[in-house]
């Protein structure tokens, strides 16, 4: 009786994750920029009768939809906010959330990393390379009256701000170097992707980049094309771009 009392009163899981979300973002309130969250959630709690992956999915948009009004409410700057959830079999109850991206320090050698639901990689720094030459960044996101190519626009970001135009093919990248198109993202490998517009198609390929590349949060096997669609999503790294226009 006791037991059933106790389980009735306690918040629905949903009320925790939202709590979670709410103490992650006011950690770092006084940053003024609100963080990538990432939440890992036990299967144990996956309500019955639903699949793992819808539910990552419903509760992942409500949870970033929960963290951008409360940013908004809170005049914390963000143009979007990336909210990953993540499964874990543990036979364990637990949730929590985790801040990432913006906030998150680069882990020492010897750290251990959460274990990924669908068989993701967390996500670690790379590391630091001798410098190159210095050489101009390439500008194919610029405009051109009559060209043919498509358009990308920045979801979630921690450096880049501006519209991504790819014309013909490129590689993107983690820091400028020859041939590739530099985001600035610390999680990106240094080559990362291909982008490729041609027919009026945008066309995306994993270069076996550390941490992989996903199109609507579906990994990409490495080396292998893949077409994207207007509106659908591209996460190199914690650089989130979404297909706007192919023309």
């Known amino acids: 009786m006791f037991n ?3 389980k009735l009163l306690r918040p629905t899981l949903r009320q925790q994750l939202e709590d979670g979300v709410r103490e992650a973002l006011r950690r770092y309130a006084d940053r003024r920029i609100a963080p990538d969250l990432r939440v890992y959630v036990s299967t ?43 499964l874990l079999d543990t036979k364990k109850e637990f949730a929590f959330v985790k801040p990432l991206g913006l906030v998150e320090e680069p882990r020492q050698q010897g750290d251990q990393l959460f274990p990924q639901a669908g068989g993701e990689r967390a996500l670690v720094p790379e590391p630091p390379r001798p410098p190159a030459a210095p050489f101009a960044q390439p500008a194919p996101f610029a405009a051109h009256p009559g060209g043919r190519g498509a358009l990308l626009e ?58 992989r590349t996903f199109v609507n949060e579906q ?28 023309d």
Do not use: C
């Open 154 to 211: 920045v979801v979630s970001s921690e450096s880049w701000r501006d519209p991504v135009r790819v014309e013909g093919e490129m590689v993107v990248g983690r820091k400028p170097e020859a041939g590739v198109f530099a985001l600035g993202d610390r999680y990106m490998s240094g080559r990362h992707a291909r982008l490729r517009a041609a027919g009026g198609r945008l066309y995306v390929t994993d270069l076996d980049s550390k941490n």
């Open 44 to 86: 144990d709690l996956v309500p019955d009768g639903m699949s793992a992956g819808m539910f990552a999915r419903d509760e992942g948009e409500h949870l970033r939809r929960f963290a951008a009004q409360w940013a908004q409410d809170n005049n914390i700057a963000r143009a979007g906010i990336r909210v990953e959830i993540i």
């Open 4 to 6: 059933s009392l106790r």
């Open 219 to 246: 990994p990409l096997a490495p080396h292998q094309e893949r077409e994207m669609a207007p509106g659908d999503t591209v996460r190199m790294g914690n650089t989130v771009l979404r297909l706007t226009r192919v």
